[in-house]
């Protein structure tokens, strides 16, 4: 049997292990340390040093954070996009808030802004508190941020993106990340960087750093012995995890380039196969980190649905995932409201993510172009 082609796989840039001796050597082993100031630095230069950076446990504890200094409580509620991955939404329910969905529009993917307006409106006219809303860039691509902050801040309602997936991305040449009152980074295993598991809450400001650290250490309060006036959290990024953050930000920039090729390679592919849609930016706003290439088949062409594509590459050893399955056709959340028609729902029905790592060979791309070809052009 051939090697596995993976979705996505860690890519390590060589670096990673020097930084953790580092912090062996010093016995820095622990939820602190040069490391993580280091990583954090690193971060808050590549996001163009107008943001502060707080390394956390995972993008979903970032994403809980966010949702705290939002003032999110019992009874209210967030508006998240519908069609993302469930760490998007489960921190909403930690805090016995409600998730409101809405869904995506065609050219991104991601929040329609129609449909974001009319949720807002009547959510209010419902007489709910809606504390802040979630914003995605799937699979790396911007979201129509100008649309959405717009509508926003009409509103005064923050806007906390989930950029887990877009580190390097940009709209208009501003970083996905920076956008919101929060931005929310990860780093589990199978993204474009990874600390083997990790996240970072991008803040606009050093109070909201502050606080974030404060959140994620417990809480403590200033004084000798242990005292607290606040709940806290355990949320903080070993200095371990932060070694292997600062050798993965040293190759970042070629991981996005390779990200980008696999985009380029998949479009070759596809020019010449009919009835096959790219998850493509719409127009030069838009520039995505291609964290995975995703495509949707058009049923009246495709004679093969995208689950029968998947079962079949998996049978050449090539990983493919299904989109993600919108949120509110997910049993946990049945009851939350849901704003739009069925836009994410086709997606999901019609779309297949490709194998999309930084580190598949060009034997690789061969197997997966004639596998592809095998099943798609007859
Ligand atoms: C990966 C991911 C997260 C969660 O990040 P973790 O670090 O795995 O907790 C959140 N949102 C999206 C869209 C993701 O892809």
């Known amino acids: 049997m051939n090697n596995k082609i993976w979705l996505s796989s860690p890519h390590m840039g060589g670096n990673e292990l020097n930084y953790i001796n580092e912090a062996f050597e010093a016995n820095w082993v622990a939820p602190l340390g040069p490391n993580v100031d280091g990583f954090e630095n690193d971060l808050k230069v590549f996001l163009n040093n107008d943001v502060e950076v707080a390394a956390l446990s995972s993008g979903t504890a970032a994403l ?9 409580k019992f009874g209210d509620e967030v508006i998240c996009q519908s069609l993302t991955f469930s760490a998007s939404a489960n921190p909403i329910a930690y805090l016995g808030a409600t998730p409101v969905f809405v869904d995506s529009e065609f050219e991104t993917w991601n929040m329609c802004p129609e449909a974001l307006e009319t949720a807002i409106l009547e959510r209010l006219k419902l007489g709910k508190r809606v504390k802040a809303i979630i914003v995605v860039h799937l699979y790396g691509m911007p979201a129509k941020m100008d649309e959405l902050c717009s509508i926003a801040s009409k509103y005064n309602i923050p806007v906390i993106e989930d950029a887990a997936e877009a580190l390097g991305s940009n709209y208009k040449g501003k970083l996905c990340g920076t956008f919101g009152r929060f931005g929310v980074l990860s780093f589990n295993g199978n993204k474009i960087i990874t600390t083997s598991g990790g996240g970072a809450l991008v803040c606009t400001n050093q109070l909201d750093k502050n606080k974030t650290i404060f959140l994620s250490t417990q809480a ?5 012995h242990y005292q607290h006036s606040e709940i806290g959290y355990n949320y903080r990024m070993s200095n371990v995890s932060a070694g292997i953050g600062r050798g993965q930000m040293e190759v970042l920039v070629n991981r996005i380039d390779s ?9 070759r592919i596809f020019s010449k196969i009919e009835g096959v849609n790219l998850h493509a930016a719409p127009n030069a706003d838009f520039y995505s980190n291609h964290w995975l290439t995703a495509i949707t088949l058009n049923p009246e062409i495709c004679k093969i649905s ?15 995932r299904p989109i993600w399955k919108p949120m509110h056709l997910q049993p946990v959340f049945a009851t939350s409201p849901y704003y739009g028609t069925n836009n994410s729902e086709d997606l ?31």
């Open 306 to 320: 995208p689950e029968k594509l998947r079962l079949y590459l998996a049978s050449k050893n090539i990983e493919c």
């Open 220 to 224: 403590r309060d200033e004084a000798p």
């Open 64 to 72: 809980h954070l966010a949702l705290i200094q939002c003032d999110v």
């Open 259 to 267: 990200r980008r090729e696999m985009f380029q390679f998949y479009s």
């Open 348 to 378: 999901f029905n019609t779309g297949l993510c490709l194998p999309s790592g930084s580190n598949l060979t060009d034997s690789d791309r061969n197997r997966i172009e004639e596998a592809l070809f095998e099943v798609l052009s007859k």
